[in-house]
């Protein structure tokens, strides 16, 4: 995933799509957006920074996971096996980008009853257990199995990059070089959150021409 932080402009519609999608319960982001203040007055600036899951070639939460639970897939998504974890938080605690979280209990955005969306996709496998951003990964499932490609076919891209308003967020295959994320990690200047913690992120963030 590649993230423009020229273009973005903290709307947090990709934040909305991702609990929409999700259903996550109150409280829990899988994608939040930083909004950052830097500068001297009068010499100030608000940048806005989006952050979920880093989907990590070196993923820490994998090392400690007591079960296995954590395991990095083969197409490079850092996944979770509700039915394996057992919620110990272990991973939470090495996450350097506070992208997990754990409930113990159902919870609604309207009392103890459901609202449509959330009836739909309530998941009682993901109570007590840790959870986080999945980049959407039935989608991508869906894309090995009908050949469709994630970044160009909606319908198998992650929910939050479908919904940005300012064409900020990209996704694709890294090993593609005609993919949208490839064209743009060669033309412009880059970096990745954390990067000197050898944990290898997945998502890149744009901000200056090559």
């Known amino acids: 995933m590649t993230i423009d932080l020229r273009r973005c402009v903290g709307c947090q519609t990709c934040t909305a799509a991702c609990k929409n999608a999700n259903a996550t319960p109150p409280g829990v982001q899988w994608r939040r957006v930083l909004d950052l203040e830097t500068g001297k007055f009068p010499d100030v600036r608000r940048s806005f920074l989006p952050m979920a899951c880093m989907h990590c070639e070196n993923p820490p939460c994998e090392e400690v996971c007591p079960t296995q639970a954590t395991q990095k897939r083969g197409d490079g998504l850092v996944a979770i096996d509700y039915d394996v974890c057992i919620g110990c938080a272990n991973c939470i605690m090495a996450c350097p980008y506070e992208a997990r979280s754990i409930v113990h209990e159902a919870r609604f955005a309207y009392g103890d009853q459901p609202i449509a969306s959330e009836a739909v996709r309530f998941d009682p496998a993901r109570i007590s257990v840790a959870t986080k951003c999945t980049f ?9 199995r009908s050949g469709r490609i994630p970044g160009r076919d909606p319908e198998v891209t992650p929910a939050c990059v479908n919904s940005c308003i300012s064409g900020a967020m990209a996704f694709g295959d890294l090993d593609d070089p005609d993919s949208a994320v490839s064209r743009l990690l060669a033309e412009t200047q880059h970096f990745r959150m954390h990067e ?3 944990t290898g992120p997945s998502v890149y963030y744009l901000w200056d021409q090559a």
Not at 136 to 144: G, L, N, T, W
């Open 136 to 144: 959407c990964k039935d989608r991508i499932d869906e894309a090995a």
């Open 196 to 198: 000197e913690l050898g």
